[in-house]
């Protein structure tokens, strides 16, 4: 018999994922149904997460960072998400504004800002998308107007994770308006406390409640010329790459939530009792517990074996990245639903945790990426024959 590869976690993911949950289930766990009841940022999982060094993982060593490739960064994200999905964006929203920087940034950007981040300095937010334009993000209106050796940007960027509580913004703006997203749109990086920007009030959410989601105005701030983003003109293809990349950080959040979700429904399955038996005795019901776990893990291998790619840069990594998005934002709001289905009426109710895990899940089919845009991005690579031979 020939060798085959054992698809399992080496010692070292298995420890970072042990020690994340750790971390998780004495200091995040405890807090999330408050987070999200209040709602309000969860400072006790951002003090916890950032003196574990669970904060930014995916920073390299060079910058001070953990320097946690792609699996060790998803593993991070899972297992908080698995606990507080509000508190995952703390990681997965560092990885996603600071990404750009580490791509495509000078040398001293890099040292700069990664360095900042990787201290606990402030966190990173991305501003890609405007009031119209969402999925459309070539539509955007934000302008960046070089003055001498400076950059005046004005717009007003929407949806952005974390706004307010983040010390920085990867922001995207059009630099030349006649040639759109081939060349014409360049990326900056933008400070909370560059004179000109300000921030809306947070939007009352379906879910992910503590992790505030606002407006952030750009009016003439005026930045130097050393904060832009790779070369001018590269601003969309380098956000395109990012995002390459961190939709297999909600893939992890997804798959988190998702077993979160299964989690507590095994438990409660086997404690409850209905006609003198644990309600797990009943076939329908493991027949739904089932199929819940056989696509968690699904979707956890896929998401997995994205992150390999993303760690390689592999030429199929848009067509994983995509697919894993999809498929696992897909299986958590499956999971999380029946999660509550199992539990009947009390899964309706706040007293337990799985209507929070479904209202959270959501989110993961729609930011970084709608599930709609996300099966045109795989189609469109299978039509193009970009797909790994297995």
């Known amino acids: 018999m020939s060798d085959f590869p054992l698809y399992a976690l080496s010692e070292e993911h298995r420890a970072i994922r042990e020690a994340v949950r750790a971390v998780c289930d004495a200091k995040v766990a405890p807090y999330a149904a408050d987070v999200d009841e209040q709602p309000r940022y969860p400072r006790e999982a951002a003090e916890a997460l950032q003196a574990a ?4 993982p995916h920073v390299p060593e060079e910058y001070g960072g953990a320097g946690a490739d792609a699996l060790a960064t998803c593993l991070v994200i899972e297992e908080v998400a ?6 995952s964006l703390i990681p997965a929203v560092n990885k ?4 750009p920087i580490q791509l495509a940034g000078s040398e001293e950007l890099k040292k700069h800002y990664l360095g900042k981040l990787a201290a606990g300095e402030g966190g990173f937010s991305y501003c890609l998308s405007e009031p119209d334009a969402g999925s459309d993000a070539g539509a955007m209106k934000t302008r960046a107007e070089k003055d001498g050796d400076e950059w005046v940007l004005n717009g007003v960027k929407r949806w952005i994770t974390n706004a307010e509580e983040s010390e920085f913004y990867t922001v995207l703006a059009v630099t030349d308006p006649e040639r759109g997203t081939r060349g014409g749109i360049t990326a900056f990086v933008v400070e909370k406390s560059d004179e000109g920007v300000s921030f809306g009030a947070p939007e009352k959410k379906l879910g992910i409640k503590g992790s505030p ?3 952030v105005y750009l009016d003439d701030v005026r930045i130097p010329g050393d904060r832009v983003i790779g070369e001018v ?3 969309f ?4 790459r990012t995002l390459d990349h961190t939709r297999i950080t909600i893939a992890a959040q997804a798959v988190g939530v998702a077993q979160g979700a299964l989690d507590f429904a095994l438990a409660y399955a086997q404690d409850r009792r209905q006609f003198g038996q644990p309600v797990a005795e009943f076939q329908g019901l493991q027949f739904l517990l089932a199929d819940m776990g056989m696509k968690v893990e699904a979707a956890r291998q896929l ?10 840069d592999d030429p199929d990594l848009t067509f994983f990245g995509a697919a894993a998005k999809c498929f696992a934002s897909d299986v958590a709001m499956e999971v999380t639903t029946n999660a509550v289905q199992v539990l009947g009426g009390y899964g309706y109710t706040r007293d337990y945790p799985v209507e929070r895990m479904m209202r959270d899940a959501k989110i993961t089919q729609i930011y970084e990426g709608t599930n709609q845009v996300q099966r045109i991005v795989v189609a469109r690579q299978l039509l193009a024959g970009i797909q790994s031979e297995l």
């Not at 997995?304 to 993303?310: D, E, L, M, V």
Request: aromatic letters at 6%.
């Open 53 to 56: 060094d669970f904060h930014a």
């Open 82 to 87: 698995r606990a507080c999905v509000s508190s």
């Open 96 to 99: 996603l504004g600071s990404l």
């Open 213 to 215: 989601t606002r407006e």
């Open 233 to 235: 003109g590269e601003g």
């Open 237 to 240: 293809a380098i956000a395109m």
């Open 303 to 312: 998401t997995y074996a994205a992150a390999g790619r993303s760690e390689r």
